[in-house]
């Protein structure tokens, strides 16, 4: 069998078993892991110790009512979590992609998460390249390669020759897309050997945690330490006063009762009441808030700056302004115009349509009377 020909069932089926499917690793969420989570801070954790202080000074009624709002915060918290995971959980088992895989010899429709190295993937203009590959039989390919250089002109590659040796011209990355012509590519890598894998792995990585996070955070650390000054302050001034004739046991109850007291126990309550109402806002325009401390992020963005193209931009290019030399003939963007081409396929080139949306009427009347002879 050709190596163009692809693999077959039977040795797909074992390349299968043995790299597994190729997909990304994806975080999966647990109840347990969301309920932990919301202790992750330290104003909880603190409400819980005046909790169990509270009880310990003999004042049950009032350790319940700290608990109650810690309880009711957190399964508030963990109820819009869930159901936000679930929903994300539920709209991917639509998300499945396709691609022509050469097996046997044939040509058939797979799902790309049976793709294993070695498979021939037959690409065409429009294709996401759902593995690493190398090309083995081209024409005229153009890939966009915004994904991995922020860059939205398409990148031309060259078929591997036998006995060379693989380079950069010749390789096609998971995720980058099939502007024009199309290929033969054998894949190399899936899962979690491909290179997109390895970026994702170190993106996830870093847990970034939210603004109002920390300074809930800040927050409890400074109602710690007014705390333990509250504490020794009120020690010491007793001590003094009295001239060691004080109770010390009813002296630290009456301190610890005091400390406890400074500690807003409906905070985190109040908070998830204000977030759950910004994720409400949200989900009314279709969007889905996987972790409620993120809609204060959102909502305090006031301008957003990137460096890249393609990537969180439109990734289309205008034209703003154009000089011309006095006593030239000719306008430059007729001329450039002029000199753009293949307009009329599927993904034309960026530069060439943006010549194409600022023509005018009065140059489109001049571009008519040119006629191309050659190219």
Sequence with gaps: MSELNGLSTVEAGARLAKH???????????????????????????????????????????????LFFVILGTALNVFQEFKANSAVASLKVFLVNKITVRRDGQDQELDTAEIVPGDMLKLQAGDIVPADAVVRQTRDLM????????????????????????????????GVVIVRGNALAEVTATG???????????VSG??????????????????????????????????????????????????????????????????????????????????????????????GVNLL????????????????????????????????RLAAHDLNKEIPEPFDQALEDSMTPDLRAQLATFTLHEE
């Design 20 to 66: 597994g499917r190729n997909a990304l690793p994806e975080s999966r969420f647990s109840l347990l892991k969301l309920i932990l989570r919301q202790f992750k801070g330290i104003f909880n954790i603190l409400l819980l110790v005046a909790a169990t202080i509270t009880l310990l000074l003999g004042e049950p009624l009032d350790a319940a009512f700290i």
């Design 143 to 174: 890939v966009d390669e915004t994904t991995f250089t922020g860059e939205s002109i398409p990148v031309l590659k060259k078929a591997l020759e036998p006995g060379q040796t693989a380079h950069e011209a010749n390789q096609l990355l998971q």
């Design 192 to 202: 979690t050997s491909t290179r997109l894998a390895a970026i994702s792995a170190t």
């Design 206 to 299: 870093v847990q970034q945690e939210s603004e109002m996070v920390k300074g809930i955070d800040r927050i409890s650390k400074f109602i710690l330490r007014i705390t333990l000054i509250t504490l020794v302050g009120i020690i010491v001034a007793n001590l003094l006063i009295n001239k060691g004739k004080t109770d010390i046991t009813t002296l630290l109850i009456f301190a610890i009762a005091l400390a406890v007291s400074v500690i807003p126990e409906a905070l985190p309550l109040v908070l998830t009441f204000s977030l759950s109402r910004g994720a409400l806002r949200f989900a009314k325009h279709g969007v889905i808030v996987k972790r409620l401390s993120s809609v204060q992020d959102l909502g």
């Design 305 to 336: 700056c990137t460096d890249k193209t393609g990537t969180i931009t439109e990734n289309k290019l205008f034209l703003v302004n154009q000089l011309q030399a006095p006593g030239t003939k000719y306008d430059p963007l007729l001329l450039a």
